[in-house]
C-alpha cells in the first residue's frame, strides 16, 4: 500500500492556538465500547508512547487518549513523553532505557510512516539493533501530515542544504523521526552528518530557541503545520525554511523511500517567509501490534476518527479517515483497523 510522490497543500497560516497536554484519566462515559454488554465493566489499561513535551505528539497523544477514554466504555490511556518515532517502535516489545531512564512498554505508539517500515526491514536505526519480533507491527492509521520543516534566519545566506556545510545545525534528538530524516536528507547532497556539520541534538523546542539566539543556523525539525517553536521564534526573528523539492532529494531519498511525498507550505505561514515553499512530508501514525485485542482496535480507530472534530489541537483538522492508510508500506492492519476500513469503504 506505499504510495507514490503527490502534492499535498498545506492550508493558509492560523492563528497558534494554546494546546495544554490532557492526561487520559477521566472516568469513561456510558457508551458501547469493547466487552460492552451489561454488568460491571472492567477497565483496560492501555499505554500511549508520544514524543516530546516541546513537540506535537505529546500535546496532540493527550488529547486522543483523552477523546478514548470520553467515548470508550472500559478504556483508560495513558500517555507518557519519549523520544518519538525510533524509541517507540522499541517500546513497543518492551521498556527501554532513555538517559539513565526506564520508559515503560507501550500497547499504542506514535511514529512516523518511514520509520515504522525501517524498524519492520530491519533499516536505518535498526540496521545494528534490530527489534526482536518485527513482523508483530500492526497500523491502526494516520494522525496527520509530519512534515519537515529546515528553518534559517530571513536574513542567513543559507539558501540550500548544500550551504549547511560547515555550519551549526540542529539535527534533532537522538532516535527521533527528525534525526533520521535529516541524516538521509544531508547525504542526499553528499554531506556526511558527522563530518561536514556541526551537528546539535536538541529537541525542537530548545533548537527553535537556539536558532533565534544565533547559537545555531539552521534547525531540522519533523513538525505539524504551523509547528509551535517556530511560530513562538519567528514572532521576534523573522525564518525562512528552505526548499526540499529538488533533483537531489527526488532522485536520492524520494527515489529510495516512497513513504516520503512532497508537500507547500503557503506564503505567510511564519513570519518573514513570505513565499511558498515546497518540503517534504511523511505520516504521524498510530501503531500496535498484533496482541492488542481486535474489538479494542476497532474502537479506537472508530473513535479517533469520528470524533477527530473534538480534538483542539491545530493539527485535529488534518486526523481524517480518507488519508487514514496512505504510505502504511509493508506494515500490515490492525485487523480491527481492517474492519473499520472495510465497513467504511477505503478499503
Not at 506505499?2 to 492526561?23: C, F, K
Not at 472500559?74 to 520508559?103: H, K, P
Amino acid at each position: 500500500m506505499s504510495v507514490g510522490r503527490r502534492t499535498v497543500r498545506a492550508s493558509a497560516a492560523i492563528a497558534l492556538a494554546g494546546v495544554v497536554g490532557l492526561s487520559a484519566c477521566a472516568a469513561p462515559e456510558d457508551t458501547e465500547g469493547p466487552g460492552s454488554g451489561g454488568g460491571e465493566e472492567e477497565t483496560t489499561f492501555l499505554q500511549l508512547a508520544t514524543g516530546s513535551t516541546g513537540g506535537t505528539y505529546y500535546p496532540l497523544g493527550g488529547e486522543i487518549a483523552q477523546l478514548w477514554g470520553d467515548n470508550i466504555e472500559g478504556i483508560q490511556v495513558d500517555t507518557f513523553a519519549t523520544g518519538a518515532s525510533v524509541q517507540n517502535m522499541r517500546v513497543l516489545e518492551g521498556a527501554v532505557e532513555n538517559e539513565g531512564e526506564s520508559i515503560d512498554q507501550s500497547e499504542l505508539v506514535m511514529a512516523i510512516n518511514g520509520v515504522a517500515n525501517q524498524a519492520l526491514a530491519g533499516e536505518g536505526p535498526f540496521a545494528d539493533e534490530p527489534l526482536a519480533n518485527p513482523g508483530d507491527i500492526r497500523a491502526l492509521g494516520n494522525i496527520y501530515p509530519e512534515v519537515m520543516q529546515v528553518v534559517v534566519s530571513a536574513d542567513s545566506d543559507i539558501e540550500s542544504i548544500a550551504d549547511l556545510e560547515g555550519m551549526n545545525v540542529e539535527i534533532g534528538p537522538p532516535g527521533s523521526g527528525t534525526e533520521v530524516a535529516a541524516r538521509a536528507i544531508l547525504e542526499s547532497y553528499g554531506l556526511d552528518p558527522d563530518e561536514d556539520i556541526n551537528a546539535f541534538d536538541s529537541t525542537f523546542g530548545d533548537a527553535a530557541t537556539a536558532l533565534g539566539d544565533g547559537q545555531v543556523d539552521a534547525a531540522f525539525g519533523i513538525l505539524s503545520v504551523p509547528a509551535a517553536g517556530i511560530v513562538e521564534v519567528s514572532a521576534s526573528n523573522d525564518v525562512r525554511l528552505l526548499p526540499l523539492d529538488t533533483e537531489e532529494i527526488e532522485s536520492g531519498l524520494m527515489a529510495e523511500d516512497p513513504s516520503y511525498s512532497i508537500l507547500e507550505i503557503a506564503g505567510g505561514t511564519y513570519n518573514g517567509q513570505d513565499d511558498p515553499v515546497n518540503t517534504l512530508t511523511q505520516w504521524a501514525t498510530l501503531y500496535t501490534t498484533s496482541a492488542l485485542d481486535e474489538d479494542t482496535a476497532y474502537e479506537l480507530v472508530r473513535v479517533m476518527y469520528e470524533n477527530a472534530g473534538d480534538i483542539g489541537h491545530d493539527v485535529g483538522s488534518q486526523v481524517l479517515l480518507e488519508t487514514a492508510i496512505d504510505g502504511l508500506g509493508d506494515v500490515e492492519l490492525h485487523p480491527g483497523a481492517q474492519r473499520y476500513y472495510e465497513e467504511q469503504g477505503i478499503l
